[in-house]
């Protein structure tokens, strides 16, 4: 892949500009090998491998991801969100739990729950497993944390809706009202899986950080032409340009679904169309903005020139990582600087 990266080689002892590349890679994960998309950075003079944090963290949390949504194991933020519903601090959560006192501290930071740790969270979010835990663990909790635990329970003793297992990044996007976060739609997986297969099919060399740019220009165009996106997909600013957030859930969802297949070629892994799908969500109108995408994602003869079409984007560049590019910022000034690059899309807009 030709994304860059600001970082510096020990080889070489300079500051280099870094190019990355993505690959398909196995990771074991407690003994089970997760495949995933792994991106290395290689250093333009020397070419080695530069192992930045940056870069590895995100490599590990991808297959993390996949390795919890196959198990049902709660994310850091779920546990987080466990941890406010009950309104207790890190310490006393863990002692709740019957875990150690820094047990929570390293879930909340990424740490993956060991299968006796993740059963016991999975009891928290049942009425009838917190109160079994308050019974045993409430000797080593405050008299403020029994009160509050009480409170929380006793607030939701009819309403146990949030009894139900925690949702993650994506399915939370389905309840999400339509808002500018959203562009006016809730995430709708279909409508997501859909997309991608179109995509796959029409544009040359999809790669899967390549795939991202096409569906944040798709949804933004989307929102600007018709006012709203075509997936409700949320997007974030990650260090090679915006890219859904959830993405590895989504990642997870078309190969399960077989909707677009991962070949490997010589530079990463190019997304194929899969299974044909059972259902067309998409509207003839919305087929001929789909097919003015990826006619526009064609229009870049690299991935390089793609990528710094979406670096030059102001919603990208005033953005930090992982913060949310909001729709209300962005359509207009993607569709515009897409329909700058190439006019025959004016014809789509309005
Ligand atoms: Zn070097």
Known sequence: MTDFLETFCPECDMGVRASLREQPATLRV???????????????????????????????????????????????????????????????????????????????????????????????????????????????????????????????????????????????????????????????????????????????????TKSQKALFVADMFACACRGRSLTGLRYAHATHGPVADGREELRYLLAEAGIVEFCECDWGEVLEPGKPLANDPFDEAEHALIDGIATFVNSFGTAREISDFSHGLDCWRNTEDGQVIDYADAAGEVAGAMVARMPGLGGLVG
Request: net charge negative.
């Open 30 to 208: 407690r003994g089970e090998e997760i495949d995933f998309t792994e991106t290395v950075a290689l250093c333009p003079h020397c070419g080695m491998e530069i192992g930045d944090s940056r870069v590895e963290d995100e490599n590990l949390e991808q297959a993390y991801a996949i390795y919890r949504a196959r198990h049902g194991i709660p994310s850091p933020e779920e546990i987080r969100k466990l941890r406010e519903f009950y309104g207790l601090s890190l310490r006393e959560f863990s002692r709740f739990l019957g875990f150690g006192e820094q047990t929570v501290y390293r879930y909340e930071r990424g740490d993956l729950p060991d299968p006796t740790h993740s059963l016991v969270l999975e009891q928290a979010k049942t009425h009838q497993g917190a109160r079994r835990l308050l019974a045993k663990n409430r000797k080593r909790l405050s008299e403020r944390s029994i009160e509050s635990i009480e409170l929380a329970l006793s607030t939701h003793a009819e309403d146990l809706h949030w009894v139900r297992p925690l949702p993650s990044k994506l399915e939370e996007q389905t309840a999400d009202a339509p808002s500018t976060a959203n562009g006016y739609r809730a995430f709708d997986p279909d409508r997501a899986l859909a997309l991608m297969r179109l995509l796959a099919q029409q544009c040359r060399d999809l790669f899967w």
